[in-house]
């Protein structure tokens, strides 16, 4: 690709997305490119979140390499204490189920942040309470996206190495492949060199405190400048063109995932271990991308092509990723057919009307705020999802989740919510004799009960 075209695109993307900044990074045939556009330099931090657990998988597979470790024996052999909600999870769960993501837990996100409400959680407190989280699959039943199974797998790599695993990455892998611009947890680094995170609330660009990802090991707690994310993509590209044994699981299918999108048409998707693959165009691409609060990042190579490119920016959950992604092979093997932007911008206004009109629906024509009970104040607890407090605020119901407080209301159905801040976001909750009940979890279809302090 030349430089010029680059640009264009990506100032194209910026205008469509409303991006603060757009770091990008691209190698072709010896060639690199890397680039930081608007509000941010060559050597601006950006959090890595779920690229992080490239770098884990990468860890870990190295270890079975050495034979300190075998993917297929469960982890209770190397940490005998390991307990979760499900008996035979427990018992069977192995280094390949967690690295695919085939636990049987669906997400609990939520509890990353209902734990951190009075304390941040060490990880191993953080691994003590996702032993509490509900199921909704047996082991191995369906491919589902877990961090907290991640900061499990962590925690017992820990174990074995006697040793943390931040320090294992960095004298394993930093170290040797000169990523002297990667950090283990924020932290670590200049915090005045991390982007500012921002969300995009109703279409307009809102900057949002810094909140960082919590004790997850090695889920989601990285950070790295746009060059280094290259070298890292680099790196990934080399070892899936030529490594061999057990190097190469992480680029074979593990468990079968649903592509999301409507566009890019893919005709398969897959999770290795710890990486992402699809087909595009009639070539496999590998890809990894990650988003947390403010901000949203993006691995991706095609070893056929000897093509990587990475995108680092300060707003999450945007398919700015994507577009650029599609955009970059297609430059690479004279694609001009499509127009990615509009096709992830069009894609991500109809998901936004979808999300409004579900949200509007639950919160009704005439939402009222829910009078303050002093029988209703005080700390809900529960188990693996720690503490919601419940208070009054001008003599309104007020519920705090994690570093924020956000109102209760109630439509004229006399159903409750939480309402939070951006996004269009409503969590069904219901008071009860013991306590409360709250929405965590969509996929178990059920709320969960936190019984009062």
Partial sequence: MKT???????????????????????????????????????????????????????????????????????????????????????????WRDALSHQSGLPAHDLMRFTNCNQQDLTLAQKVAAIGHLEPNHELRVEMQYSNLIFAVATYVMEQVINDSYGSYICKNLLEPLNLHDTYINHHECDATRIAKPYLLDHGKLMQVPFIAPGK???????LASISDLLKWGQFQLKTAQTGKGITMQRYEPQSIMQPDRSYGGANFANYGLGMMMEDYRGYKYFFHSGSYIGYCSFLGFVPELDLAFVFTMNMDSTDAIFALAYQTIDAVIGQQDKDWIKEASDYMKQRSLTKRAKFDKHRG?????????????????????????????????????GKWK??????????????????????????????????????????????KE
């Avoid at 390499?65 to 075998?70: A, H, L, M, T």
């Avoid at 709250?438 to 709320?447: F, G, Q, S, V, Y």
């Fill in 365 to 401: 024509a005439n939402p009222q705020s829910v009078p303050a009970d002093a029988d209703l104040l005080g700390d809900y607890q529960n188990d693996g999802y720690g503490i919601v407090t419940i208070s009054s605020e001008n003599d309104q119901l007020m519920a705090t989740i």
């Fill in 4 to 94: 010029a075209e680059i640009n264009n695109y990506a100032e194209q993307v910026m205008a469509e997305f409303k991006l603060p900044s757009l770091g990008v990074g691209i190698y072709h045939h010896g060639e690199t490119f890397s680039h930081v556009y608007g509000d941010g330099q060559e050597d601006t931090l950006y959090p890595l979140a779920s690229i992080s657990k490239t770098f884990f998988a990468t860890a870990i597979c190295k270890l079975a390499e050495s034979g300190k470790i075998d993917l297929d024996q469960p982890l209770k052999k190397y940490w005998p204490a390991l307990k979760l909600a499900d008996p035979y999870t427990t018992d069977h769960i192995t």
């Fill in 216 to 222: 997850v090991g090695g889920a989601s707690s990285m």
């Fill in 406 to 451: 956000f109102p209760i209301i109630q439509n004229e159905r006399g159903e409750k919510f939480v309402e939070l801040a951006v996004d269009d976001e409503l969590l069904a909750i219901n008071f009860t004799n013991h306590g409360l009940e709250l929405m965590t979890e969509p996929a178990l279809k059920h709320p969960t009960a936190f019984v």
